[in-house]
DNA sequence: CTAAACCCTAGAGATAACTCTAGGGCAAGC
DNA sequence: GCTTGCCCTAGAGTTATCTCTAGGGTTTAG
């Protein structure tokens, strides 16, 4: 049983146009013909292509990708490679998940401001700070600094 | 005390490139400039910088950023507004989080068959498996399925 | 045997986010 | 007052990753 680029597209949520350059830029060298010049994916390509997925969501470039495939494609005897390879991705996907976090927490930080009650009070507060500071080094004063109008 | 784009450059490690290319998105129309023309960075302008940089950190786009800083410059009275674009951005981190902490904990799969001792013998198999999945439906083999040579 | 729905390639176009160049003004030290 | 090292803008160029178009072959159902 091979599926079609369609097939693929749909079960992997890639566009055909995607396979098709992702096969362009040499991330697919173990995907076969038929005798029509079709391509014929197996479920050994699936599996493949999924971790090429993997790998992409966790922001891998695609020359890199490529890379690793290639190791694939030199087998079992580039395992101390394919090792590295994953082993340094790893530390840059834990440290970019690390950076998330922390920039998460901030907007968090922001996000518990505008929750709370006096939210517009301490808003006017820090523009008011800000304006005075522009003002304070002889700098225009970019904020419109309306009041709070109550109600209409 | 102000600062110039370089010490802000140094400061956030954005260049001073990107640094006029937010500010030519629109990302930065609350920074003054001085009687010269120059930009007059206020620490005030800082720590919204530092904002920008963190919804950057987490894969805001800068059309939405952009939306965001407009919103500030309106005043307290946009609280609401901030708070759903906010909110809306981080219910996207999460959700990116944990696509990539699954695709993490695949990558990890991958890697521990890369540092067992069996390694070698494993992915032998499964490229024998792939190869024969591609003979049984009529296909090329892609794989070299060179043995693994006994040493040197 | 033909129309519809696939498949293919090559290559142009789009999008986002920079990155750099050209040409020119300002400021501080010798 | 002139060189050096900043600063500015406008706009061209780059990189990465798709996305689409044109032109053409294949397969299948009626």
Same mark, same amino acid.
């Given at each position: 049983?091979?599926?079609?680029?369609?097939?693929?597209?749909?079960?992997?949520?890639? *566009?055909?146009?995607? =396979?098709?350059?992702?096969?362009?830029?040499? =991330?697919?060298?173990?995907?076969?013909?038929?005798? *029509?010049?079709?391509?014929?994916?197996?479920?050994?390509?699936?599996?493949?292509?999924?971790?090429? @997925? @993997?790998?992409?969501?966790?922001?891998?470039?695609?020359?890199?990708?490529?890379?690793?495939?290639?190791? +694939?494609? =030199?087998?079992p005897a580039s395992?101390?490679?394919?090792?590295?390879?994953?082993?340094?991705?790893?530390?840059? +996907?834990?440290?970019?998940?690390?950076?998330?976090?922390?920039?998460?927490?901030?907007?968090?930080?922001? =996000?518990?401001?505008?929750?709370?009650?006096?939210?517009?009070?301490?808003?006017?507060?820090?523009?008011?700070?800000?304006?005075?500071e522009k003002v304070?080094?002889?700098?225009?004063?970019?904020?419109?600094?309306?009041?709070?109008?109550?109600?209409?």
């Amino acid at each position: 049983m091979t599926y079609t680029i369609k097939e693929v597209a749909a079960k992997t949520k890639l *566009s055909i146009y995607t =396979l098709r350059f992702y096969d362009k830029q040499g =991330l697919l060298p173990f995907v076969a013909r038929n005798s *029509s010049g079709y391509r014929a994916f197996t479920d050994g390509d699936l599996n493949l292509l999924h971790t090429i @997925c @993997c790998l992409k969501e966790t922001g891998m470039k695609i020359k890199d990708i490529r890379q690793y495939i290639d190791y +694939v494609m =030199l087998g079992p005897a580039s395992v101390v490679q394919r090792r590295e390879l994953l082993e340094n991705h790893r530390r840059a +996907v834990v440290a970019q998940q690390a950076k998330i976090a922390e920039s998460l927490a901030e907007i968090d930080y922001k =996000l518990n401001i505008y929750t709370t009650p006096e939210a517009q009070k301490i808003l006017a507060m820090e523009q008011a700070f800000a304006g005075a500071e522009k003002v304070a080094n002889h700098l225009p004063n970019p904020y419109l600094s309306v009041q709070s109008g109550h109600s209409e």
